[in-house]
């Protein structure tokens, strides 16, 4: 189990893309959201390429699965996706499609097009909690809406209030984590800090950041991915400061635990990450943006116990 002690390899392993930019079945292009399945296949969202492809384990190249019908409105088509979930249940990913303003749903296998679902938002990320609700950043209303599968009208969970960096505000939501209670922490990215929103809550209690833009440990520039783990420890994709953070529950600082070395493309170091996850053996993923690849750093086994 990870826990506040748990350790990776500083050298990352890349899985996917990795050779420059482009729109070959190799490689990636500015890359954003993810997901990692209990197979260890990767689908990523291709931002640039205006495409979902899947990575299957140690494979050396991607099949496009959604969007292979150039950048587009048509429902064949995406234009900037920049996050997904899979919805195992229903058969279904579901796309932030970013620059048609829409978020669809697409069949898990050998699906054609898509069906808008949320129409009309600036959808920046997207994740499901275990009832199957559907929680989605809109990036330019500063609100992160809470939506139930058919429904025509989303729930405030966050923000709401206008942009600002009151508790009741937020500037730039991003990428989002719900825990069990369904909680909601959310990437306030222009705030540069990650703060989370219980229930039915009024305002948002900061966990990681708040201290300005920096990169000192107390410090945040740009955070992307987060993902909170059993113990309440944060993990978050400080994009600015080139590292991934953890933040232990009621911290006033982090820790860097990959990366921390200036931006570049060795095994070290990272360009800009964005998403983040762990797959079922506890190994971190990292969307390395500007890189154009995503990064595996396998977790230390000694460091668990």
């Not at 996706?81 to 058969?91: G, N, S, T």
């Not at 825990?179 to 703060?195: A, E, F, K, L, P």
């Not at 070395?261 to 943006?289: M, T, W």
Request: hydrophobic content about 30%; overall charge neutral.
């Amino acid at each position: 189990m990870i826990n506040i002690n748990t350790k990776w390899t500083q050298n990352g392993l890349t899985v996917a893309g990795g050779c420059r930019k482009g729109n070959g079945f190799n490689q990636l292009s500015c890359p954003n959201g993810f997901y990692v399945d209990d197979d260890l296949t990767v689908y990523i969202a291709d931002f640039n390429n205006n495409r979902i492809v899947e990575w299957k384990f140690d494979a050396t190249s991607g099949l496009v699965i959604a969007g292979e019908n150039g950048q587009g409105n048509r429902t064949d088509q995406l234009d900037g996706p920049i996050d997904l979930i899979v919805d195992k249940e229903r058969d279904f990913f579901i796309i932030c499609d970013k620059r048609n303003r829409r978020v669809v749903k697409w069949p898990y296998r050998g699906g054609t097009s898509g069906q808008t679902i949320i129409p009309n938002i600036d959808c920046a990320c997207l994740t499901m909690d275990q009832h199957g609700f559907i929680y989605v950043s809109d990036i330019h209303q500063c609100v992160v809406k809470r939506w139930k599968v058919g429904d025509t009208q989303g729930t405030i969970v966050a923000g709401g209030n206008g942009k600002g960096d009151r508790l009741d505000q937020l500037n730039s939501p991003t990428f989002l984590f719900v825990d069990h209670d369904q909680s909601i922490y959310v990437s306030d990215r222009d705030n540069h800090r990650v703060v989370k929103w219980t229930k039915n809550a009024q305002e948002g209690i900061i966990v990681a950041g708040d201290q300005g833009q920096g990169n000192s440990l107390s410090q945040l520039s740009y955070p992307c991915g987060i993902i909170v783990d059993p113990s309440s420890n944060l993990y978050i994709a400080d994009r600015g400061n080139h590292r991934i953070m953890r933040w232990r529950k009621n911290a006033n600082q982090g820790t860097v635990i990959i990366g921390g070395n200036g931006p570049g493309s060795q095994p070290n170091q990272l360009n800009e990450p964005k998403g983040i996850a762990f797959d079922r053996h506890g190994n971190l993923y990292v969307v390395d943006c500007w890189n154009h690849r995503v990064q595996r750093f396998s977790i230390d086994q000694n460091s668990t116990s």
